[in-house]
Each structure stands twice: as structure tokens, then as C-alpha cells.
């Protein structure tokens, strides 16, 4: 039976509604990301975007996250779990059974407290994983983590899983930094980025540099980049790389 007391989704505007099944369907096809880039193992790692609303709505901030313990192959945009900002899962006509994640409590506190972010991503991805169990940063030392990070991926507090302590350590840590990745201590990375295509892109970017610079560790060190060219390179990425609006035309 359904708790009264929890936000009901068919009562919201349409236009909730509708933001809802977006956000839901982006990130189920997310989640393929974390396989297709070898991220995750079994049902470990998740993705959760939060759901944008039209300003002024007067419906309640709300997140879409994976369930809790669900194969990768089983995911549909219909089990993804939408939550309140307080972690509690809506009514939205969903199976109760379906449980979002445990580390929703984790991102819930993300969302509270960091207005800017609309995606979060955790991995148990290797190589990353292996820098936090040496509770050591990934140093600066390729000229890809300016780009991507805008220097070192910094190492949060060790916490435990269940309640919104992780998400406390992150927000720490990456609150007035310019990485987008956080090496939680002893347990693995955690990645923000504006939605959550943005933070899937950093926990494959994470990656990749953890592993590139553990094996120039392996074959004898690492050289870092002085600060003002990690400035240098952060700000052409940021703002120069790719494809720019021209003429007030995007």
C-alpha cells in the first residue's frame, strides 16, 4: 500500500509529470554508459539526475535515481525510483518493492546543498577505486585533468553507507573546488556535474586519468603541471574548446 503521506507524482502538474518521464528515461539509458565503459560491476554504481522544474512551480524538488540492488540488463525508465530531496521515495504508481539505491541519501544531501548540480554519479570503477583505498588524490599531471578537472581529483572522508554522510564528505570537499570528481576514502569515486549526462562524463574521464597516472607511477613518477598552465588549460576547455554559440546563435 502507498504512504499517504508521500508526494503522489499523478498529482502534480502535467508538466511535472511529463519533466518526470524525461528525466527518468535519460537516466536509464545513462546507467548503459557505466557498462559500456567497463564503470561498474554486478549492481554496484548509480546514476540520478535532478528533475528540473519551471521556476515558480510550486511542486517539490524531486530526483530520479536507480533502484536499489536491480541488474543493469533489468533497467527501464519505469523502474527508476523518483525521489523528494530528503531521499523519500514518491508515489508514482510504482511497485514499492522497488527501492532507490543506498546511496540516495547521499545524493539527496548533494542536491540540497549544491543548487548548481543536476547530476550524480558513483562508480566502484577500478583504477579510481585504487586511488581511494590509498586514500591518495589523483596529482595534476597530464594536461587532460586541467582540462577535465581543473587540477587534482581530491580525496574525501572515509563514511559509511546509510545515511547522508557521504554526501556531507562530498559536498566538503568539491564545495569551491574545480573538480567534478571525488575519491571517497576507502570506497570509490563520486562525480557532479550540471545533469547527469555531465557526471557520467566526468566518472569516465575519472577513470581514465586514474589509470593513466598509476601506470606513470609504475614506471617511475610523475612530473606536475605548474599551476597557472593547470589556469591556463582549465579555462580554454571551459571556454573555448568544442562547439561555441556564434553571434548570440547557438
Known amino acids: 500500500m502507498s504512504d499517504t503521506s508521500r508526494p503522489v507524482l499523478a498529482q502534480m502538474p502535467a508538466a511535472v509529470q511529463a519533466e518526470v518521464a524525461a528525466t527518468r528515461e535519460r537516466v536509464a539509458r545513462l546507467h548503459a554508459e557505466l557498462v559500456r565503459y567497463e564503470l561498474v560491476i554486478w549492481t554496484a554504481g548509480n546514476v540520478s539526475e535532478r528533475v528540473r522544474l519551471e521556476s515558480g512551480s ?5 530526483f530520479v535515481i536507480k533502484p536499489s540492488g536491480v541488474s543493469y540488463d533489468e533497467l527501464t525508465p519505469e523502474s527508476m525510483v523518483v525521489c523528494t530531496l530528503d531521499g523519500t521515495k514518491i508515489d ?19 542536491y540540497r546543498h549544491m543548487d548548481d548540480v543536476g547530476g550524480v ?21 597530464i594536461t587532460m585533468m586541467g582540462d577535465e578537472f581543473g587540477g587534482e581529483i581530491p580525496i574525501g572522508p572515509f563514511a559509511l553507507i546509510g545515511d547522508d554522510s557521504i554526501g556531507q564528505g562530498i559536498v566538503e570537499t568539491l564545495r569551491g573546488s574545480r573538480s567534478r570528481a571525488v575519491l571517497m576514502a576507502n570506497h570509490g569515486p563520486f562525480t557532479i556535474g550540471s545533469d547527469a549526462k555531465d557526471a557520467v562524463k566526468a566518472a569516465v574521464m575519472c577513470e581514465d586519468v586514474a589509470r593513466t597516472v598509476h601506470i606513470a607511477h609504475q614506471l617511475g613518477g610523475v612530473v606536475p603541471i605548474a599551476p597557472e598552465h593547470i589556469d591556463s588549460l582549465f579555462d580554454r576547455y571551459q571556454n573555448v574548446y568544442g562547439q561555441r554559440a556564434q553571434d548570440g546563435k547557438d
Open 58 to 62: 510550486d511542486a517539490p524538488e524531486l
Open 92 to 110: 508514482d504508481g510504482t511497485p514499492d518493492r522497488l527501492t532507490p539505491s543506498s546511496d540516495t541519501a547521499a545524493h539527496a544531501y548533494v
Open 121 to 141: 554519479v558513483h562508480t566502484h570503477s577500478t583504477y579510481a577505486t585504487a586511488w581511494a583505498a590509498r586514500n591518495e588524490p589523483i596529482p595534476c599531471v
